[in-house]
Each structure stands twice: as structure tokens, then as C-alpha cells.
């Protein structure tokens, strides 16, 4: 892990976002494996190398029905769904390992997770050079896990979606639907859904945060380019981008009951789910390939089922029609994702804080 700072945040009085450790220009590979997207000055060397952190490349699953591990109902799983196979994983394993490479049916996909600015995404793992797999490389920007693909070693900035260095520099990574929540909620959503087991191929401390009080402090490890103090530094947020505008809801904002939002903002029709109750949040486009915008109600304590179009089609969390005249397709999920508030506006300066 990034242990090599734990210790020692009085050090960052000393640290300055002008420093440039020189390993970086050594790091990395590629036609332009020394040209950056973002100011080479602001990538931080953490200390535990290409791969220290390992990523799990042959993960394991059992139903969540049969977890044989201790998991607390509060904490945080992420949850990805490929047509009508869903799956589950623990912060509690990927705050260790930072990447799942993974398969769904057809579908390659890497869950990305950066612990130190609480955010999770999940990529395609086909690129526009073919297939590959993603790995921890040691590097930080903003505070936030720089990955690097192993068929062509380009770098890619996880909350930016892309590509900042090599052959695919300037390339967007694929998203792939993806929410958060707590593990009581997944539970009760989705049962019989496949979970991620504690047969990594490594021995962990699995639940054991590895970073300290870190998540509910106000103490940064790493120095961000931009801050904004509206917000308390690690509030988990739900931030949307379209273009280059984004906002943010607060979680915690949302009513106890699940609450619907149809609005269109910067020319795209969204529909922004959620519930503090539930801890959950997610962003669709209203937008079919057909033309036609949907309007969407909210539909309480019949989950998976969180809400319900002008049509009678029923959605889950997801954005994925269970029943309905709609049944089995699903919405476009906006450019979104969960974050720590101080991480979102490092990337995002100026950010919206929408209420619900």
C-alpha cells in the first residue's frame, strides 16, 4: 500500500506540487512514454511501484446470499451489471488491491478503485489496440490512482476517464455501468448476485481499512491542485460530467426514501436516482436510441425495483428494465461515479453542488 506516507503526514508541510520526482520520467513506456497529459510536475510517486499493489487478474466469486467472510452492513460495496449478470465487490478487498480484472459473459471489464479518493469505476478492458488487462502503477495525480494497461504500458488517470501518457494518451476509457452501496442494501437488491470471495491468491488483512481515521478526517496524503472548502473534504459525493461541466449531489442530502430527478442539464436529459436511506445514488441518460425521453417516478420498498417510467417500464438501480414494455434494456449510464468531495473538485474545480 501507500504505508511509505501513513506515518509521516507531517511531511506534506514540506511537499510542494512544483516537486518533480525524476523516477516519473523512468516510469512507463511507449512511442510517448515521455510526454504527459497532465503537468508531469503533479504526478506523484507513492513508493510501492508498478504492481506493489497487485491487481486480482483471476478473482473468485460465490453467491452474496453464502458470503463465508465477516462483512459490516455499512460497508461499501460495488456492484457492476452486464445484461442479467450482476456482480459484487467489497471495499474491504479492493482498498488492497485497487483492480479487479474481470469477465462477465462477453464482456472484459477492470473495477478501479482508488482508496485515497474513494472512487470506483469500471472499464472496458478492450481497447482501440486490442485486449488488455490494468495494473496499479505506483503513480498518483490529484491524490488518485494512476492505472496503466499491460498491452501497450500507457498510463491512464482514473477520475479524469483517460488515457495521460502513451500510445492511447488522450483516449477515453469505455465505462461500464457501475453503482455503490452498503452491503445491507446490495443484499436486499440483489440476493442471488455473484460477490467477490476472499480467494484472491493473497494473504490481506481483508476489512481492515488500511489507511487509518483517513476517511472521515480532513487530512489529505497528497497534495491536489485545486480546493474548495463548500464541502467537508472526504463527504462522499455523487458528481456527473457532461462536457466540461459537472456536478454533484450529496448522498446524504437525498431523502430517506428513494427520489427521482428528470431534468436535462448542459443539452442532456438525465434522470438522477437515489436514496441516503439506501446509500445509493446513480445518473441515466432519459434518452433512448429510438428518440424517446422518458420521465421517470420513483417506487418505494419494492426493490430491486427503484423506479418507473411514463410507459410502465420498471428500473432498477442499475438503469436496467426488469418488466415492461421496455424489459431488458438498459438506460446509458451518464458519465458518473461516487467520490470524495476534495478529489472531485481537484479534478472538476468550479463543480455544481445540485440539490435534490
Given amino acids: 500500500m501507500y504505508t511509505k506516507y501513513l506515518s509521516g503526514l507531517l511531511l506534506l508541510a514540506v511537499f510542494s506540487f512544483s516537486c518533480t520526482d525524476t523516477s516519473v520520467n523512468t516510469i512507463g513506456g511507449g512511442s510517448r512514454s515521455n510526454v504527459w497529459l497532465i503537468p508531469e510536475s503533479q504526478v506523484i510517486d507513492a513508493g510501492p511501484g508498478k504492481d506493489g499493489i497487485p491487481s486480482i487478474d483471476n478473482p473468485k466469486f460465490s453467491s452474496t446470499s453464502n458470503v463465508a467472510y465477516n462483512i459490516q452492513d455499512d460497508d461499501i460495496v460495488v456492484g457492476v451489471r452486464v445484461g442479467d449478470n450482476i456482480r459484487g465487490y467489497p471495499h474491504g478487498v479492493l482498498d488492497w488491491h485497487e483492480i479487479v480484472n474481470d469477465h462477465i459473459g462477453n464482456s472484459t471489464l477492470s473495477i478501479i478503485y482508488c482508496p485515497l479518493t474513494g472512487s470506483a469505476t469500471t472499464w472496458s478492458r478492450h481497447l482501440s489496440s486490442g485486449s488488455t488487462t490494468f495494473g496499479v502503477s505506483g503513480l498518483l495525480f490529484n491524490s488518485n490512482l494512476i492505472t ?174 426488469i418488466e415492461g414494455p421496455r424489459a431488458g434494456t438498459q438506460l446509458n449510464q451518464a458519465d458518473s461515479f461516487v467520490a470524495y468531495w476534495f478529489a472531485w473538485v481537484a479534478f472538476y474545480p468550479g463543480a455544481e453542488i445540485h440539490s435534490p
Fill in 148 to 321: 496503466y494497461d499491460r498491452s501497450t504500458d500507457s498510463y491512464w488517470s482514473q477520475m479524469m476517464l483517460k488515457s495521460v501518457r502513451g500510445q492511447h494518451m488522450d483516449e477515453d476509457a469505455e465505462l461500464i455501468t457501475t453503482i455503490e452501496t452498503r452491503w445491507d442494501t446490495w443484499k436486499e437488491m440483489y440476493p442471488e448476485s455473484k460477490f467477490l470471495t476472499l480467494d484472491t491468491g493473497f494473504d490481506r488483512p481483508y476489512g481492515n481499512y488500511p489507511y487509518g481515521n483517513y476517511k472521515t478526517n480532513e487530512q489529505l496524503l497528497y497534495p491536489v491542485a485545486h480546493e474548495d472548502d463548500r464541502l467537508h473534504r472526504k463527504e462522499r459525493i455523487h458528481g456527473t460530467i457532461v462536457g466540461d461541466k459537472s456536478r454533484v449531489f450529496q448522498i446524504d442530502a437525498f431523502p430517506d426514501t428513494i427520489h427521482t430527478i428528470n431534468d436535462t442539464y448542459h443539452g442532456t436529459q438525465l434522470v438522477t436516482v437515489g436514496s441516503s436511506e439506501l446509500d445509493v445514488v446513480a445518473a441515466y441518460e432519459r434518452t433512448l436510441e429510438d428518440g424517446t425521453v422518458l420521465e421517470f417516478n420513483p417506487v418505494q420498498n419494492q426493490l430491486p425495483v427503484v423506479m418507473e417510467d411514463n410507459e410502465g417500464t420498471r428500473w432498477d438501480s442499475f438503469g436496467f428494465a
